[in-house]
């Protein structure tokens, strides 16, 4: 079983930043782990991604310039360091490790692999 622990959150006012973390238990063979979120209504979107075979760093377009993924490979911990926050990145993020090379994009949409819990971020005066 693998377990995805997100720790931060919380309330930031517009042009603050954040950083969230997250810890992914034992996951065997290469796989991707990646940051989500989520608002009303809406499609679960694919923020970033860092893929433990190498071969590539994602971001989605409208956030790379602002969020920055990171990875603590010892302790297989990732970041999500999101500067110059706005009100409409508010939402609830989350963690995701997924098996082999899957696209981040898919991985939010398909709710592929293991997910957690997920944590309200909000932006607002």
């Known amino acids: 079983v693998v377990h995805v622990v997100e720790v931060g959150g919380g309330s930031v006012q517009p042009g603050g930043s954040m950083t969230l973390s997250c810890t992914i238990s034992?996951?065997?063979?290469?796989?991707?782990m990646a940051w989500g979120r989520q608002t009303p209504g809406q499609e679960r979107e694919g923020l970033a991604g860092i893929y433990t075979s190498g071969i590539s760093t994602y971001y989605l377009t409208s956030i790379k310039d602002r969020f920055r993924i990171s990875r603590d490979s010892a302790n297989n911990i990732i970041y999500l360091q999101m500067n110059k926050l706005k009100p409409e990145d508010t939402a609830i993020y989350y963690c995701v490790a997924a098996p082999g090379n899957p696209e981040v994009r898919r991985v939010a949409a398909e709710r592929q692999g293991y997910w957690g819990q997920g944590m309200q971020v909000t932006v607002s005066l």
């Open positions: 034992v996951f065997t063979g290469e796989y991707v």
